[in-house]
Each structure stands twice: as structure tokens, then as C-alpha cells.
């Protein structure tokens, strides 16, 4: 407890790289994740991780549990969420963290979101039946628990039922463009999740810019548009980059500028190349989010 409440009292000067593991970006069973918001508070805490920010897809859902459990466990909660985003035709990710959980702008917009993935699902489960696979529907809404469905959810049903050995495998046979369970749509435009974030007094952060696969004219312009909108930091070092693209991005925040953020990724022990507390540190010459005087903590 007493270490809880020396974290929260620490002056932001003190609050660095140094003294403070952060991972900025992980998920729960709100979303994709597979351990509970407590569960993966916990594991973080055990992996040396200071401050957490708990991330999951188009939902605030797991928000208040983790809470409670890092005020009982002694590690920072960065309330946070990551939002699906269609920009140029391509979807990508933009990490709110900071945010106010109660925000009605936010939660609005997100409720549109959760309301596209619904219809989504369902379509999915009908292009499936056409593919020859029935109950994908009903199954990926079982896993979800009333909670957001996410392709993730198809993905597990489909390798439990042997027509793929791995998620990955899976991913790219029925789940992607082109391929039978895939849905295109629009999510958020960038304007908009960049509008929720702010109204909701978060900082808006470009989710693993790398693996959107862009051509670096094209990226550069993100990056510029990005910040133009608002947003204030992009993941450099991420449980889905290699360490020359946390080389390659370290670069780019610097030229942009934005703040330099880090984060696994993390949706639970059954990936195991991407794990709790064990990230690269940000290249030098980054300008580390949380050293930034926007960094305010924010109880969630
Ligand atoms: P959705 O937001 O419902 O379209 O689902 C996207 C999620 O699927 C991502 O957040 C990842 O967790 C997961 N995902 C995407 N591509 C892959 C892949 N190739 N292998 C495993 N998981 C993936
Ligand atoms: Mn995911
Ligand atoms: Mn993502
Ligand atoms: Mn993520």
C-alpha cells in the first residue's frame, strides 16, 4: 500500500525511464485479451511492471476492475483504450490513454463502434456458413461473454475446430481481405477518435505504426496528420515490432515530432513472444511520453 501511494505522490521530474517500468498498451478479457482485468494486473505487477495502461479494443469495460486491483497490488493504472480507426482505406489503431472513463463523447462514440462490430460478427458468421462453417456466429459470441467480438474470437473457434493449427495460420486463411470471413466497413474516421480522446482529457498515442505495412512517404504523411489532429505520440518500442522498426520509428518521432511511447501488446500468456514487463527500453534520443509534461496521472 505504501508503495501504491508514494507512486501517485511522485513528482513527474522523478517519474522516469530509470525509476519506472511503463507498458502503455495491453488487454483484458474486455476485449481480445484472455485473462481478466485483475489477472492481468496481477501478472503485470509480478513482471516488474510500475505503470500499466489497460487498452482494449473499443471498450472502457475493464477500466474500473483494474483499477481496484492495482490500488490493492501497488502499481499505476493508466486508464486507457485503443480504438479501431479507417484512415486512407486502411484500418489502424490509436491508443487513447489518460482518458476519462466516464467521458459521454467517448463512451458514445465507442458505443458506435461496439454497434459495427455487432453487425460485423454476425456478417462474418453468415460469409462462414457460405464457406461451409456453421455456428462461427453463435460460437465467436459465446467467447466474447457479452462483451465486445472481435475477429479474435472467429479465430480461436476456427482452430478449435482444426480448420487451421495456429491463430496465425487462421488469420490469414479466413480472416483478412479477400479471404471468406472477412468484412470490410468503416471504422472511426481519425477525426473522431481523435475528437473522443481529447474530450475525454486522454493523449492520443499511433498504435505499432510498423505493422501497418505502409510505404514511408505514406507513413510520414499519418504521422503528419496525426499530429495535425491532435494526437500526441506514437509507439516506438512494441510487442509487435522488431527491434530495427523500434530503430526505424524511434527516428521518425523525432522528426515528426511526437513522444515516444512502449507497450507489448500484450492479450495474454498464450502468446508467448509477447510478455508483461519484458520490453526493449526506447532507443536514445527518444522523448519518452511520460517524461513529457502532458503526462499527467489520472485516477481511472
Ligand atoms: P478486430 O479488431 O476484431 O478486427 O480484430 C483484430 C485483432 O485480431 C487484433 O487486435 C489482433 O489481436 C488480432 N489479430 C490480427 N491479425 C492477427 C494475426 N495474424 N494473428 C493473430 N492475431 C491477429
Ligand atoms: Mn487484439
Ligand atoms: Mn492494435
Ligand atoms: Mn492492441
Not at 455487432?118 to 461473454?145: N, S, Y
Request: with cysteine; hydrophobic share 40%.
Amino acid at each position: 500500500m505504501i508503495a501504491y501511494f508514494d507512486l501517485q505522490r511522485l513528482p513527474l521530474r522523478y517519474n522516469g525511464p530509470m525509476t519506472l517500468h511503463h507498458d502503455l498498451h495491453s488487454h483484458s478479457l474486455a476485449s481480445d485479451g484472455t485473462l481478466s482485468p485483475a489477472a492481468l494486473v496481477a501478472r503485470a505487477r509480478a513482471a516488474g511492471v510500475d505503470v500499466l495502461a489497460l487498452t482494449d479494443h473499443d471498450s472502457l469495460d475493464g477500466l474500473a476492475e483494474a483499477d481496484s486491483a492495482a490500488r490493492e497490488q501497488g502499481l499505476r493504472l493508466v486508464p486507457g483504450v485503443e480504438i479501431s480507426v479507417t484512415w486512407s482505406k486502411q484500418t489502424i489503431h490509436v491508443l487513447g490513454l489518460q482518458v476519462d472513463r466516464h467521458c459521454p463523447e467517448l463512451q458514445a462514440g465507442l458505443r458506435s463502434l461496439q454497434a459495427f462490430r455487432d453487425w460485423r460478427a454476425e456478417e462474418i458468421g453468415r460469409r462462414l456458413a457460405k464457406a461451409g462453417i456453421e455456428g462461427g456466429f453463435e460460437a465467436a459470441r459465446g467467447l466474447a461473454q457479452g462483451r465486445i467480438v472481435s475477429r479474435t474470437h472467429f479465430a480461436r473457434f476456427l482452430v478449435e475446430r482444426g480448420h487451421a493449427a495456429t491463430m496465425r495460420e487462421v488469420f490469414k486463411r479466413y480472416l483478412v481481405n479477400n479471404k471468406p470471413g472477412y468484412v470490410p466497413g468503416q471504422w472511426a474516421s481519425l477525426e473522431d477518435a481523435l475528437g473522443w480522446i481529447q474530450a475525454a482529457g486522454g493523449l492520443a498515442v499511433l498504435a505499432h505504426p510498423a505493422r501497418y505495412r505502409l510505404s514511408a512517404s505514406k507513413l510520414r504523411r499519418l504521422l503528419g496528420e496525426f499530429r495535425e489532429g491532435g494526437g500526441v505520440g506514437m509507439e516506438v518500442v512494441s510487442g509487435s515490432h522488431s527491434r530495427d522498426e523500434a530503430l526505424t520509428m524511434a527516428a521518425l518521432s523525432r522528426t515528426t515530432p511526437l513522444l515516444a511511447s512502449r507497450g507489448s501488446d500484450f492479450h495474454g500468456p498464450e502468446n508467448p513472444w509477447v510478455e508483461l514487463g519484458r520490453l526493449q527500453e526506447l532507443p536514445p534520443g527518444c522523448h519518452p511520453l511520460w517524461e513529457s509534461e502532458l503526462w499527467l496521472p489520472r485516477a481511472a
